[in-house]
Nanobody, 122 residues
């Protein structure tokens, strides 16, 4: 697995939407489960969402269910996180990551992007 590069973060008002993208280099993107995590200063990195290699299965942390959607396009080597109805508590640095096996904890992922800041104002 090559480099992961996130984009799409920014400042948005509460109730707004953002779509994060994570582009992967290399030829083996479809061999990896992908996940999104987030982190605020002073706290541990938190699982947000994950998707299997084919996209057939997804999982979300409870606080984002019904608001966030993870998807992937293996032909474009890209995974997405559509975030709707954003809340101030969603403010964090968001990271995408790749895992050889299905995982929903940071320790299960071995390749990380550099992160993109999402700030939701009230």
């Amino acid at each position: 697995q090559g480099q992961l590069v996130e984009s799409g973060g920014g400042l948005v008002q509460a109730g707004g939407s953002l779509r994060l993208s994570c582009a992967a280099s290399g030829r083996t993107f479809s061999s990896y489960a992908m996940g999104w995590f987030r982190q605020v200063p002073g706290k541990e990195r938190e699982f947000v969402a994950a998707i299997t290699r084919t996209g057939a299965l997804t999982r979300y942390t409870d606080s984002v269910k019904g608001r966030f959607t993870i998807s992937r396009n293996n032909a474009k080597n890209t995974v997405y996180l559509q975030m709707n109805s954003l809340k101030p508590e969603d403010t964090a640095v968001y990271y995408c990551a790749a895992a050889t096996l299905w995982a929903t904890t940071p320790s299960g992922y071995n390749n990380w992007g550099q992160g993109t800041q999402v700030t939701v104002s009230s």
